[in-house]
């Protein structure tokens, strides 16, 4: 796996673009780099302000700066947590090309700094 950061932080080869066009080119070549190397590509991409505003659930329209992560990416996982005082949050499985789409409960481990299943109550 390769792991590329945080989206808005690469550098495009055209400064002169819009942020939109560059974020759009971006994840163009992030694509094509998974397809050389045969290998999954992590980015991470945050989410627009009209969801901070709305609230809910975020869902792939609210992603960040360009509609070419939903074209490009073949899994696009969102981490959502509704009440940040307490450990318990979903990972949505916005886009799945190859597999299903859905919400997986998941509580956060703080004393190890990870996720696990959630138990039922």
Not at 83 to 88: F, G, K, L, N
Not at 102 to 108: E, H, N, Q, V, Y
Request: hydrophobic share 40%.
């Amino acid at each position: 796996m390769a792991d590329r950061g945080y989206l808005g932080l690469i550098d495009a080869e055209e400064r002169r673009l819009s942020l939109y066009e560059r974020v759009t080119q971006v994840s163009r070549e992030l694509k094509q780099l998974a397809i050389e190397l045969n290998r999954p590509v992590l980015c991470l991409a945050q989410l627009n302000r009209e969801f901070a505003k709305g609230g809910g659930m975020p869902t792939l329209e609210n992603l960040r700066d360009s509609g070419a992560i939903e074209q490009d990416g073949d899994n696009v996982w969102m981490q959502h947590r509704e009440d940040r005082e307490t450990a318990e949050c979903a990972l949505i499985v916005a886009q799945q090309r190859q597999g299903e789409i859905g919400t997986i409960s998941l509580a956060f481990d703080a004393r190890w700094m990870r996720f696990e299943a959630a138990m039922d109550t």
